[in-house]
């Protein structure tokens, strides 16, 4: 595995791979690998010729508030785990590569930035489609593999992708979980035992949330309702519980089709999320 | 030549080129061909084995009191024209191919945008940054050729490419001038005959600022109201007089290095623009 720092150098690799027809599979990250980062390289591994992982804590997707400064960071055990799954490169750029002063562009999207997550976290998909955009303008990748954990910025990559006529395609990967349900995730790591007991309260109302709608619950407001009733005796603060069309995250009046199940809350200081898509018949 | 309608063959019919490693050259325009996008055609076709021109009044850049309906086309006279200098492919997508039901994601640059054109036009440059960078993804030429009459947007483009990671070059061509000094313009057809002879003074106003700075006057101010007496005299409204660094358009207290010098300005309802870049020693 190679452990590339410049674009230059990262585009002059890919070239000659792709001179030899190589397909190329590409999973962008912020590093702190877990499980589920893991198995997204196993599938582009699995997938492609060439595989390619990037690590790169964007800070135009953090809020003047939030947590860019002490997102955790491994870079040691994350190119240990890396170099197991087989990644052949390793681009990991520094802030001066990726935004030199004077960077003043901006990808925007605005039907379905300014919801759930969106609403708390202004800016947030502005910045991530941003950066997203210019690392496959980098890459060029034929595939990128993403986890169906951040399903709203999986839809705005997607149809951003749709928009600007980005020819890299998406895969979306299903969500890995701890073995009490607890969506991995590398903000996890902020958590104590309480906390971390108290989470997994998240993927329990979302189980509850598809059995009612498998067992023929079609209201919306029942659906949420009954797991608000289960996060505020566990969650400090909860952010927002959405039941929307899985495919263009827009309301829907009754449950019907394919159906996106979101909640975002917080525990202690820690904001998590987590989600299914439930298809009903 | 081969006239494409759609993205998808266009696409093909350039892997296809790209396959037996032909260079590819682009010149994107609206179309209503005038010298001055034959002499890009003319670059263009000099420079690479393969020729891509695009047709398409992107309707993104127009605001809703603009000229976006009457812009004048004339596709037959075109499809001759472009003939005539060998371009491969033209390129001309329906509004349909560019902008489908759903469409929402927007390019924008933030530095730049919002002076000169951009104050009188608000918008105009997220439509552009928009469709040129659509149309960049789509063709993936090696380098695309702009008219330096467009001065400012090809600032906004270089920093686009810049910022966004995109692999295309960028050549910039000179203003070409009809025999009396106006610059060509698809809306130089607006003006009657009065109006056409009074046109010329955005270029003749050009040229005394360019004759006053070589002969060594270092203020900005006194350049500019040079150039506004000429055309106060001409025109029905000035849009602006700008004297700015040439590399970022940003503000100079006085004149030194590679400069701008443009004018907009209405003749009768037709916004005309016109610029020079002088070098200064």
């Known amino acids: 595995m190679k452990i590339i720092r410049s674009i230059h150098a990262l585009q002059k690799a890919l070239d000659s791979q792709r001179r030899r027809n190589k397909q190329i599979g590409f999973v962008p990250t912020m590093g702190y690998f877990h499980d589920g980062h893991l198995s ?15 690590i790169y804590v964007n800070p135009t997707q953090f809020g003047p508030k939030e947590d ?5 960071r491994n870079r040691n055990r994350d190119v240990r785990l890396a170099r197991a ?15 030199p002063q004077g960077f003043g562009t901006y990808v925007t999207n605005e039907p379905i930035a300014d919801i759930l997550c969106g609403a708390t976290r202004p800016g947030h998909f502005k910045g991530v489609a941003t950066i997203v955009c210019k690392l496959f303008n980098i890459v060029g990748a034929n595939v990128a593999y993403f986890g169906q954990k951040d399903y709203q910025q999986l839809c705005i990559i997607k149809q951003l992708i749709k928009d600007l006529n980005i020819r890299t395609r998406i895969k979306m990967c299903p969500i890995v979980r701890e073995a009490d349900g607890l969506a991995m995730s590398s903000r996890n790591t902020y958590l104590n035992a309480d906390q971390r007991e108290r989470a997994v309260v998240l993927s329990h109302a979302l189980c509850v ?6 067992s023929g619950e079609r209201r919306p407001h029942v659906v949420i309702n009954k797991m608000k009733r289960m996060l505020l005796f566990k969650v400090d603060r909860l952010d927002y519980i959405a039941v929307l069309n899985a495919t263009d995250l827009s309301k829907v009046r009754s449950i ?6 979101g909640i975002a809350a917080y525990i202690g200081k820690t904001r998590l999320i987590d989600n299914i898509v439930v298809q009903t018949k």
């Open 40 to 54: 997204l390289m196993r599938k582009a591994r699995k997938e492609n010729d060439c595989v390619v992982v990037s």
């Open 68 to 72: 860019l400064k002490k997102y955790p």
């Open 85 to 99: 799954e087989k990644v052949d490169f390793l681009f990991c750029p520094s802030t001066k590569e990726m935004y």
């Open 209 to 214: 949330a598809r059995t009612l709608i498998k």
């Open 256 to 261: 019907s089709g394919k159906m996106y199940i």
